[in-house]
């Protein structure tokens, strides 16, 4: 399976809800990507659209260069991975891990010897003839994982696949899945709410917002340069100000604003691309920064110090040296649409609707 391409995708559902609008990106084959956002924010709906269970989605989508749309949900070899999976109580760990070769007509000693490999990967050969009931959290999720790599898709997209879990069974799963994509090499779409799991696991992470792609980029990256203040607080712990304004005072910058002033270090000088717009004007400023760098307006010049318009709540700080350009996408311009231009198109009633 080739690069899956998606251009200008739109979704609408009959209510008239945005699930997608105009979100495109392009996904590597073999790569491990993740879709982070709120609840309600569209990246469920990405890997539906994928595996053929959206029907009412406009646009172009490519797997390789054949469109999706003259492939049919068993042609696509998309495995969509659920919380909590179900298994079938009262099969065998053997029977429940067959399941998809057995649908599909496959000659018994292909899935005798599909069903030993895998359960030798996951450790359940001990298991094969217990039912479900019998496993542990961890080796039903095992089993769940096993059913989806026993029919060998070629893309694998795991809808929020550890909700419901414990704090430390959620952490050897995302170990397991990482793991799993380094030993399959396959194409991995991880659908996740949670931040850790997305700037943990994924090479890199796509950013959503009501249905509109913020920013796509590695982890590092959107932690250091996000876009936006949305995607500083979705990648992170962050502690803002708004209504922070710049004056100059005897040759210095100051941030200021009721909690407080702040100095501007001469390398976020260096970085502030459009400075003589802000300077000693009304117009204000959002001021961030890591928990871990301090506070925004700690009087210490921090040189982590983010900063985005008062209004748009665009980063105004242009990258610098420090930010190293994945290696086969190379450095991203893209630049979102603020959240006002946003319900301006939804509003437009431009997209289709199912």
């Known amino acids: 399976m080739a690069d899956i ?23 590597k084959d073999g790569e491990f990507l993740a879709l982070l956002g709120p609840s309600g924010c569209g990246k469920s709906s990405v890997v ?17 260069n054949k469109p999706l749309s003259d492939l049919s949900p068993k042609e696509r070899e998309v495995a969509l991975i659920f919380p909590n999976s179900p298994l079938s109580p009262a099969a065998s760990v053997e029977e429940n891990l067959g399941f998809g070769l057995r649908q599909r007509k496959a000659p018994r000693e292909v899935i005798d010897a599909r069903v030993a490999e895998v359960a030798a990967l996951f450790g359940l050969t001990e298991h094969l003839a217990k039912k479900p009931k019998q496993l542990t959290t961890l080796q039903r999720q095992r089993v769940a994982l096993g059913r989806a790599v026993v029919r060998e898709p070629k893309l694998y997209c795991f809808d929020e696949p550890l909700g419901g879990l414990d704090k430390a069974l959620r952490a050897e799963m995302r170990t397991e899945i990482a793991r799993l994509h380094v030993r399959l090499k396959k194409t991995f779409l991880y659908v996740t709410a949670d931040r850790l799991e997305a700037m943990t696991m994924a090479t890199r992470v796509a950013v959503l917002r009501e249905g509109f792609l913020q920013q796509v980029d590695t982890p590092r990256n959107l932690y250091d340069y996000p876009v936006n203040l949305f995607v500083a ?4 712990p962050l502690e803002f ?8 005072e005897e040759g ?5 604003s ?17 400075f003589s717009a802000y300077a000693n004007t ?27 318009d008062g209004e748009t709540e665009l980063s105004v700080l242009r990258r610098d040296e420090g930010y190293e350009p994945h290696p086969e996408f190379g450095e991203t311009d893209f630049t979102p649409p603020t959240h006002a231009e946003m319900k301006a198109r939804v509003k437009s009633g431009k997209h289709h609707k199912k």
């Open 5 to 27: 391409q998606i251009k200008d995708l739109n979704l609408v559902y009959a209510g008239g809800t945005h699930a997608l609008s105009d979100f495109t990106l392009t996904v």
């Open 48 to 64: 539906r659209v994928l595996a053929g269970l959206e029907d009412g989605a406009t646009g172009e989508v490519l797997f390789g």
């Open 241 to 248: 100000v708004r209504g922070v304004h710049l004056r100059e």
């Open 282 to 308: 009304e117009r204000p400023l959002i001021a961030a920064l890591r928990p871990e760098d301090g506070t925004p307006l700690g009087g210490c010049a921090s040189e982590r110090l983010l900063l985005f």
């Open 258 to 274: 009721e909690e407080g002033t702040a100095a501007l270090s001469p390398k976020v000088m260096e970085r502030f691309s459009e």
């Open 252 to 256: 210095r910058f100051l941030l200021g």
């Open 233 to 236: 607080d979705m990648v992170g």
